[in-house]
């Protein structure tokens, strides 16, 4: 049987087979559906089960970070249920500190390193703490490893390799605000040789002694790093003119003893030896830092210079403006100042100066409690001595009268420091010059040298010629430090990391990290 | 006498203009292109996401996508509904539903993707309802291969049409016939029937190969008949001739039965894990709307 495969319905044409009138739906793919719908049961059933009697993991976005790992599946403890995760819950353990700020807030982050409140203010737009810190996103993935999109919703810089503006020591050409007299160079090859080191950067690290977590450096200290050759013995103040009614001048040590001021306890320890007298004249010899007997002099002229003062700045070693980072010290200093004085008084028996005593202590440890507070407001002037105030029954004869005292007092100190206003101007000895960000030398050192990149100072240069450099190159109003292009060199995309917490912490504030009392009811 | 009006059905038309693959591989470049608008429109806000904002299944733009991506989810189930109740004609004709059904589904993976920014979710139930995606698109797109494809393999290698449902009293037909023939044969043929041709017209087969293309010819079967006829007399080679065609009738049933089978069998594994995405769908909704 031959036939047109192409022009027939083939082998079967022949069969008259019943046509239905309309679609017919094919019933065994009712079989599928009956077959995913028991599978859906069974998933479903998986997945409730799981939600409800044990601990929901089938059902979590993904493993907690090791930071919540502890909740295991407990959902509630961020969880409530149809709502957001609110900041209020993330509180309960991380905001118990109870201060009116709060160190995980917003507030707290516009107070970054500063004390000015008129920062704050209220933005509705404020994302809830897990707007930032992504959960669920495994147990290697730190919740405090921030996306770069959450700080560009405020923060319009992108890319750190294109839009971060420069470092603000570098744009505006500011000042090292050491306030001291330091050429580098000179000190570099000076403890080069004389300790006899090789490499440059041992030198360096001579004196910038890193804190233990590589973040910062330890306050330099004259102790440490400078009375190897500084005020040695043979240093000693010039003859001074004791005061009299001939004239302004200095008080002696016997005069100061008989006086039985707060704070004159040094006098019945020092060596009456270090003073030689010649007619009405006095000289000590050695000075010592911090040397007490120039200091409360110093102390007794401002005094009589400015004597409407509230007597706050008399409480300090040092005056002159402070970054507002440094405020805090100021009261610790001046805190430390009147326990000294406190400790004095103990021995005395009279009644009426225990009870004041008593009073005393009792205020110190008001104050002691509130700069615990990181946002207690604080007020660097009042620590400060103002020309304002100077006694105008004085004339200009007898303000240089009393300024070459001060010269006289301070001559060996000012080889090093700056004095105005008959005050020793305070050293800015932390070395901190971030203000809004970290910088963690450990890591970097390994791959770089310290000079190269605090390359503003030729300390190379002098270094391979053993001459200092010029002061004009090499003081220390000179900020030593990089441009943001000498970063950029290796953190760019596809090389080290540039994302904005590399360098900046949305919390700053570190040192409330350690304080317990926020972690307590 | 009357001539027949010849109905055209809509999946059927082919727009003179068009390529010969464009015309197999596009039923409606009318939909072919609001699909392909809808992608460009998908990438470039989803490019404008990461320039502008935050690539997250919670941000706003990612809700944005897995909300868009449900709805197309659910929508595209319709489909199903639709081929249950062809009756009712107000539901608009089914190729509509089966365009949609097609491509919103694949836009719905591309929105799936879009809101996990293409990354792998780290949940087990995102993990499960992602997976699952990926399979449901897959294995649809995987049957529009097959549906373009062997329709086409069937038309032009089998001189045979059948109805997949009937095969089996089809195969019970010829093995009837079969038989019928053999039984008035000489023992020669009886013999040959009973050893070579008996089992295969015994029940349909499933012969892979048929995928690889449909052989012209009975191959070594043929050379079987051809040496046997030489021997027989003029009344058994009719008989064999008959053999023959019944051999070769079966093996395009089988044909039919093995690519056919297929083309109703990928809807295994497409439809029952489309109502599990759909379910795990709608719990990872509550989920969401829970916590």
Redesign the interface.
């Known amino acids: 049987m031959q036939f047109d495969r192409f022009r027939t319905k083939g082998f079967f044409s022949w069969l008259k087979l019943p046509v239905a009138k309309e679609y017919i739906y094919p019933t065994s793919r009712n079989m599928m559906f009956f077959v995913g719908g028991i599978g859906a049961l069974l998933v479903l059933g998986l997945f409730a089960f799981n939600a409800t009697v044990q601990q929901g993991q089938l059902v979590s976005n993904g493993p907690l970070s090791s930071n919540h790992a502890a909740f295991g599946g407990d959902c509630s403890t961020c969880h409530t249920p149809f709502q957001d995760v609110t900041s209020e819950k993330c509180s309960t353990c991380h905001e118990k500190f109870g201060d009116e700020v709060g160190v995980h807030t917003f507030a707290s982050h516009y107070l970054y390193r500063s004390d000015d409140f008129t920062r704050v203010v209220a933005d509705p737009n404020e994302p809830a703490c897990f707007g930032c810190h992504t959960e669920h996103v495994g147990r290697d993935n730190p919740i405090t490893a921030v996306a770069d999109d959450n700080c560009l919703q405020c923060h319009a810089f992108d890319s750190f390799n294109t839009e971060h503006p420069e470092f603000d020591f570098a744009a505006d050409s500011l000042l090292d605000d050491g306030n001291l007299k330091f050429p580098h160079t000179l000190h570099v090859n000076q403890v080069r040789d004389r300790e006899n080191l090789g490499d440059l950067e041992q030198t360096c690290l001579y004196c910038h002694n890193a804190t233990p977590d590589g973040t910062g450096f330890q306050p330099i200290s004259f102790e440490d790093h400078c009375d190897t050759c500084h005020l040695t013995t043979s240093d000693a103040t010039p003859w001074i003119a004791t005061a009299s009614a001939e004239g302004p001048g200095v008080l002696t040590l016997e005069t100061l003893r008989a006086q039985q001021r707060p704070g004159s306890l040094w006098t019945y320890y020092t060596n009456p030896n270090e003073f030689q007298s010649r007619g009405a004249t006095v000289r000590k010899t050695p000075v010592y830092h911090r040397d007490p007997w120039v200091l409360e002099n110093l102390r007794r002229v401002r005094q009589i210079i400015y004597p409407s003062r509230n007597g706050l700045a008399d409480l300090l070693r040092a005056s002159g403006d402070v970054d507002p980072r440094e405020v805090r010290t100021l009261y610790e200093e001046a805190i430390a100042t009147l326990d000294t004085y406190a400790d004095e008084l103990r021995a005395s028996p009279e009644r009426e100066v225990q009870q004041e005593l008593a009073e005393i202590e009792g205020l110190l440890k008001v104050v002691r409690r509130r700069l615990r507070d990181p946002y207690a407001p604080l007020d660097e002037t009042k620590f400060l001595v103002s020309p304002a105030e100077r006694d105008t029954s004085l004339t200009d004869a007898d303000i240089r009268a009393y300024q070459r005292v001060v010269d006289q007092l301070t001559q060996a100190c000012q080889k090093c420091h700056y004095v105005e206003d008959a005050t020793i101007v305070r050293v800015q000895a932390d070395q901190g010059n971030l203000i809004r960000a970290e910088f963690d030398h450990g890591a970097h050192i390994i791959h770089t040298r310290c000079l190269d990149c605090h390359t503003a100072i030729p300390i190379r240069e002098s270094a391979a010629t053993n001459t200092p450099a010029e002061w004009a190159e090499d003081n220390a109003g000179i900020q030593n430090l990089p441009s943001i292009a000498k970063c950029q060199t290796c953190h760019d995309d596809g090389k080290a990391s540039n994302t904005c917490v590399t360098c900046h912490d949305f919390h700053p504030d570190k040192s409330q990290h350690s304080n317990l009392l926020q972690y307590l009811e | 006498m009357k001539t027949a009006v010849q109905k055209t059905a809509i999946y059927q038309k082919k727009r003179p203009g068009a390529s010969r693959w464009a015309n197999k591989w596009i039923q409606s470049p009318q939909w072919f292109l609001g699909f392909g608008i809808a992608v460009a429109v998908c990438l470039v806000v989803f490019v404008l996401n990461v320039v502008f904002?935050?690539?997250?299944p919670g941000s706003t733009w990612g809700l944005g996508y897995g909300i868009a991506a449900a709805v197309l989810f659910v929508g595209v189930f319709f489909y199903?509904v639709k081929?249950?109740t062809?009756?009712v004609r107000a539901l608009g004709r089914a190729w509509y539903y089966l365009q949609f059904h097609v491509y919103g589904g694949t836009l719905f993976l591309l929105l799936m993707l879009m809101h996990v920014g293409f990354q792998v979710?780290?949940?087990?139930?995102?993990w499960?309802l992602w997976a699952l995606s990926l399979w449901v698109v897959g294995s649809g797109l995987f049957g529009i291969v097959l549906q373009k494809w062997i329709p086409t393999l069937l038309a032009g290698g089998?001189?045979?049409?059948?109805?997949y449902?009937?095969i089996p009293e089809?195969v019970a037909d010829l093995q009837k016939r079969g038989d019928a023939v053999a039984e008035s044969a000489d023992f020669a043929v009886q013999d040959f029937y009973r050893k070579q041709i008996a089992p295969a017209l015994a029940a349909p087969q499933f012969r892979p190969i048929y995928f690889l293309g449909i052989p012209s010819g009975m191959g070594g079967k043929a050379k079987l008949f051809a040496s046997l006829r030489e021997m027989q007399p003029a009344e058994e080679r009719i008989k064999l001739d008959e053999l023959e065609?019944l051999y070769?009738?079966k093996m395009?049933i089988d044909a039919h039965f093995t690519l056919q089978r297929a083309l109703?069998g990928w809807?295994?594994l497409h439809?029952?894990?489309?109502?599990?995405a759909?379910?795990?769908l709608g719990?990872h909704i509550f989920?969401v709307?829970?916590?």
């Open positions: 904002g935050r690539v997250h199903g081929r249950r062809m009756k979710p780290h949940g087990v139930l995102t499960w089998v001189r045979t049409e059948v109805n449902d009937r089809l065609e070769a009738a395009d109703r809807l295994y439809v029952p894990v489309s109502v599990i759909l379910a795990l719990f989920a709307l829970y916590y």
